[in-house]
């Protein structure tokens, strides 16, 4: 019995090692958003540290479609957060469109 118990053990910890680190994997696609909507932003609000982004909030999708003659491969819809000078306010909702090997095509954030 304990060597079930022991068996069970190893497994339950296991996956949730696997799961922890599984989460901890960041996606390309979301760091490209991140830093390209990074820079727009610190353009024009200088005072502008940070984008964090909300991963719980985040829909990733593929695409397979065109705006005009571009191709769109990635939408990634979600939620940042906008730090100005260490303070965080209320999350911002955005949309990042990518195109070709993960190019970053928009980058837009509207306040809630």
Known sequence: MKCVALAVSAVLVGLLTENASA?????????ACKNTGL???????PEITDLVMDMESLAISK??????????KTVILGEAYIARKEKT?????????????????????TAQ
């Open 63 to 72: 695409s397979d479609t065109k705006v005009e003659d571009v191709a769109v």
């Open 39 to 45: 820079l727009a932003l610190r353009e024009r609000s």
């Open 23 to 31: 989460q901890a994997v960041e996606d390309p696609a979301v760091n």
């Open 89 to 109: 306010g209320k999350p911002d909702r955005f949309v990042c469109l990518l195109g070709d090997k993960g190019k970053v095509l928009l980058t837009f954030f």
